[in-house]
């Protein structure tokens, strides 16, 4: 069971969006990018709003985690006199085993034979005002369900009267997926995990009472918190001491391989002195709990003692990874806002790999070390018209706030210049191609374009590799690169266009570089005099263009520069081969060998 789309009318900033889940190709991991105060938020806070849930974080106690006045829902223009409804809409997918499920509920519990595939149920929850204030009594829950069959002795098909869907309705919402909102990580982990009721905040101590026993799940022995701790903690026999213990010490090794071997990663070194160990005591109550420690080679640390960054990188990895090892428990589906943002560079990325594991993710960022180009399909740009493209504060009216929501395609080829709504997208797209050094020989091209167009033809493409370009920023301004390179004696090649500005260019090179120079500029005409007055793209014919375009721009019918670049870009770095034509890539198969043969001379 899985979450299709939730719609969002009048909450907050939100006028009127549909945000699709259930898209192709699926994924299980959304990201949401956009400006300062472009709504993401929002869109969080909208989500995590729906009313089935079939568990909370509240225990945690989460700065900004819940709303608690359903007032401050009403959309900030219209607060002086709101008389509408806010709705908070959300489709449930049921998948064949969900399915078959069901059928047999509705045999046990109804008397009544599903014939027909349910496919989707969708729940709507309306809040009314009326002079900006709630009027309960007018709001409504409703679903949206379609259980046709035949009574057990009947053989007239029916739908199943809403009575005795009301049945099904609750198994349904029993196992819809739980929605985990974490606006941060940085609540405060307990010291000490008690393993039965106390009586203070006894439901956070119940929570993380969860998430042992997740752990112990995930060491695939059948080991039980009540069973194998809690009994054996309170026994005098001194078996069930070290029994215990075997356990405690198997749960640090666990604990220890999924913390550390992703904290080794992001560092890139092994932290092999560093161990988790999980200790069992009482308080002066003789309540039993549990302490989880990092045991180093100066001693023993709390968690509570680390630094802000392994703290928040700790509780997440606790609170995401053994999550999917919970029995009887549907998928959860997290809600992560501006995750890691307090965390370095590599931290970001390694994060990124974390959520692969998770069953399904949405979460919003301004970094691009949070941008998978894999997930693009699934990235959204949320756009707030109270914000100017400047993003400028000074002009930023919050009375004009419409949050919208696209996705990225979409949004980069209807407005291809408000690129700050994508920026983080961009700056990956834009990876830095080589580093300025000694190599021994290099071609140096007009500009980045350039730079992906003739990669991605030479890896992708023909499957070659070896060979060392480099972008300049414009056919007039590679003077200093041409200094350096000839400097170290590098075997250069300047590549540039065959128009009018690339003629130019070379002839200006060739006179203030003299001699030095001779065999090392060329233009494409110098390859194929065909090739005279055409830039690099014109080698690719107009129905390859369109459908490289049509990669990343699926609706395009013609043509654009920009989006165009942008798709070489992806699939580059997603290293996706396409069919083009023979011409043109008979083309960049000249282009090429030419360069192969410059550098061997």
């Not at 259930?22 to 949401?32: A, E, H, K, Q």
């Not at 995590?48 to 989460?62: A, C, H, Q, W």
């Not at 609170?319 to 029995?327: A, G, H, P």
Request: net charge neutral; glycine share 2%; charged share 25%.
């Amino acid at each position: 069971m899985t979450f299709g789309h939730f719609y969002f009318k009048n909450f907050k900033g939100i006028e009127e969006i549909t945000l699709r889940l259930d898209g192709n190709p699926s994924s299980n991991v959304y990201t949401l990018v956009g400006l300062n105060e472009s709504g993401k938020t929002t869109i969080l806070e909208a989500i995590n709003y729906f009313t089935y849930k079939v568990e909370s974080l509240d225990p945690l106690n989460i700065n900004r985690y819940s709303i608690e006045d359903i007032h401050e829902l009403i959309p900030i223009g219209k607060r002086d006199n709101f008389n509408d409804y806010i709705v908070i809409q959300a489709s449930v997918l049921l998948d064949e085993k969900d399915e078959e499920d069901l059928k047999k509920r509705a045999l046990s519990e109804c008397n009544f034979h599903l014939v027909e595939p349910v496919k989707k149920i969708t729940y709507t929850q309306k809040y009314f005002f009326q002079n900006s204030k709630y009027d309960k009594n007018k709001s409504s829950l409703s679903w949206d369900y379609n259980f046709k069959g035949k009574k057990k002795q009947g053989r007239k098909i029916i739908q199943l009267p809403n009575d005795e869907a009301q049945k099904l309705n609750k198994v349904i919402k029993s196992n819809l997926p739980s929605i985990l909102y974490f606006p941060n990580f940085l609540f405060d982990f307990p010291d000490k995990i008690f393993l039965e009721e106390v009586s203070v905040d006894n439901k956070k101590h119940e929570f993380y009472r969860g998430i042992i026993q997740d752990i112990l799940n995930a060491m695939d022995n059948s080991l039980d918190l009540n069973t194998h701790i809690i009994s054996r903690a309170k026994s005098p026999d001194k078996n069930d001491k070290k029994h215990l213990d075997s356990v405690l010490n198997k749960m640090g090794d666990k604990i220890t391989e999924v913390i550390f071997s992703a904290w080794d990663n992001i560092f890139n070194r092994r932290f092999s002195k560093k161990q988790i160990q999980v200790t069992c005591d009482f308080d002066e109550l003789n309540k039993p709990f549990l302490e989880i420690l990092i045991k180093d080679v100066d001693g023993k640390y709390l968690i509570s003692e680390r630094s802000l960054g392994f703290r928040w990188f700790f509780v997440f990895l606790l609170l995401t990874q053994f999550r999917v090892y919970r029995k009887n428990s549907k998928d959860a589906f997290f809600l992560f806002d501006e995750p890691a943002s307090n965390l370095h560079s590599t931290a970001q990325s390694q994060l990124l790999k974390s959520f692969e594991k998770l069953p399904k993710v949405i979460f919003t960022t301004h970094s691009h070390h949070l941008i998978n180009p894999k997930w693009l399909e699934s990235t959204y740009v949320v756009k707030n018209e109270g914000l100017t493209y400047n993003d400028d504060d000074e002009n930023y009216n919050s009375k004009l706030t419409k949050i919208t929501i696209h996705k990225y395609r979409d949004f980069a080829s209807k407005y291809p210049s408000q690129t700050n709504y994508f920026q983080p997208i961009l700056d990956v797209l834009d990876y830095v191609p080589s580093k300025l050094e000694m190599t021994p020989s290099v071609v140096v091209l007009e500009g980045k374009n350039d730079f992906y167009t003739i990669k991605y033809f030479n890896e992708i493409i023909l499957n070659r590799l070896d060979l060392n370009l480099m972008p300049a920023t414009g056919s007039s301004n590679i003077d200093t690169l041409i200094s350096l390179y000839i400097g170290w004696n590098a075997n250069l090649l300047v590549l540039l266009d065959s128009d009018k500005e690339g003629v130019k260019q070379k002839a200006r090179y060739l006179k203030d570089f003299g001699s030095i120079l001779e065999n090392k500029v060329s233009i494409l005409s110098d390859i194929d005099p065909t090739w005279a007055n055409m830039t690099l793209e014109d080698l690719i014919s107009e129905d390859d263009r369109l459908s490289i375009q049509k990669e990343s721009y699926p609706s395009s019918t013609s043509y654009d520069k920009s989006n165009f670049n942008r798709a070489v870009q992806e699939l580059l770095i997603l290293k996706k081969r396409i069919n083009l034509h023979k011409s043109t890539v008979d083309n960049f198969t000249k282009l090429i060998e030419f360069i192969n043969k410059i550098k061997k001379a």
